[in-house]
């Protein structure tokens, strides 16, 4: 067991009446203190200015509260005179107040710096100041009236505004989205070519180019649309018309377009006859139809037959013994 006060070990020249563990007496904070703004130093002979970011060591001390807030007074030392400035926050506006030791500088953000200071005891200044507000006050009502009339003849129809609106934003939109289709179909096929704008040049001239082709009956051009002549040639039973001569003219210009619709002439061709037109449109898939056959199926049908069954030699049954002639094995007694 420890006794009282022992592992503890005091010096002769220890001062017992104060002992280790009291807590020592409070003192002011040294703390780094940056001027907030440009002040004047009262102390010094000369008017001298500190600028604003000039760095101090000061002493930081707490003098009071606004409601909850700290407030906390800074006591620094200048360099050049020796006097004391002491500066304290103000949280009510947010901003420090200089209480001894100098003055803040002015800039003189109330007046801006062409306009001649003002002077508030002049009975003359405070008249002309008076009709120069109201004179602009008039000016500025006339205007916003101007504004409010142009508004309201402006918009007194919504409806009809936002039609001229629309109908001005539309074929812009249209425009843009047709460019980018273009686009979209340039990037697929040709991504290196750049197209222009159409005109109505080359729309005028891709009016005036047919595609098609010329064939000769019996030494007669004849514009003939192919997809119905060859069926009906096919169709012919008497043989009138195979007997001309087709031949095709590569000096010929085209005759028709090339992805002529022939729906129109293929129902009418259909209502007149309807046999031939069957008849027809059965030759004419007849003839263009490649029909496949499987070789080994056709040859398997064309040379299948019962197979019959092999001719087989029956035995001949065996004659019996004779009874006189008895072929016995040799038999040994037992003995």
Known sequence: MQGFNMGRYHPPDSDSSCPPGRRKPPQTPTVRFEMPFAIWCSTCAQPTLIGQGVRFNARKKRVGAYYSTPVYRFSMRHGECGGEIEIETEPARTDYVVVTGGRRRDYGHDAPPSSP?????????????????RSALAASHSRIQ????????????????????????????????????????????????VLLDPSEEDARQAALVEFGAKRELSGHET???????????????????MNAAISLSPDAPLAKPLFHNTSRHASSLASANPSRHASSLASAIASKTRLAHDPFVQSASAHFSRRKKPHRKHAQPEAAPKAGSSSLLVQYDSD
């Open 223 to 241: 514009d003939v649309d192919w997809q119905d002549a060859e069926p009906r040639l096919a169709a012919d039973k008497d043989g009138a018309s």
């Open 146 to 193: 101007a504004l409010a009339e142009a508004q309201d003849a402006t918009w007194s129809d919504p409806y009809a505004r936002n039609q001229r609106l629309r109908a001005a934003l539309r074929p812009a939109r249209r425009e843009r989205l047709r460019q980018r289709l273009r686009d979209a179909q340039m990037a697929q096929l040709a991504p290196d070519l």
């Open 117 to 133: 200071p003002i002077d508030k005891q002049s009975a003359f200044s405070t008249l002309e100041r008076t009709i120069a507000h």
